[in-house]
């Protein structure tokens, strides 16, 4: 069973950067795939984006490519998600997860392992 912690949401204005993390204990991460989601008020848990299990390859939602990025440190039991020029429509908690399989996914059933979300609040 692996636990996952989310840390570094905030409240931040329109263009700010923020940077989320995500650690794991239980187990390790190194052989599982990661994702970031994200769930607004009254909306439906919504694909963020996705590293494989090395961290070589990624794949994030239209709606935050090439603002947002994701990086994972196997030795460190962490996945880091950079949020560049935050937008409003940004606003939500952000969950990150965790698959057994080492390929990325984008839906949330294909996840295993979810952590408690952290608030991200981006004002106009």
């Known amino acids: 069973q692996v636990q996952l912690v989310e840390s570094g949401g905030g409240l931040v204005q329109a263009g700010d950067s923020l940077r989320l993390s995500c650690a794991a204990s239980g187990r390790t991460l190194s052989s599982g795939a990661m994702g970031w989601f994200r769930q607004a008020p009254g909306k439906e848990r919504e694909f963020v984006g996705s590293i494989n299990w090395s961290g070589g390859i990624t794949y994030y939602a239209d709606s935050v490519k090439g603002r947002f990025t994701m990086s994972r440190d196997n030795t460190k039991n962490t996945v880091t998600l950079h949020m560049n020029s935050l937008k409003p429509e940004d606003t939500a908690v952000y969950y990150c997860?965790?698959?057994?399989?080492?390929?990325?996914?984008?839906?949330?059933?294909?996840?295993?392992?979810w952590g408690q979300g952290t608030q991200v609040t981006v004002s106009s």
């Open positions: 997860a965790r698959r057994f399989a080492g390929n990325i996914a984008t839906r949330p059933n294909e996840y295993d392992s």
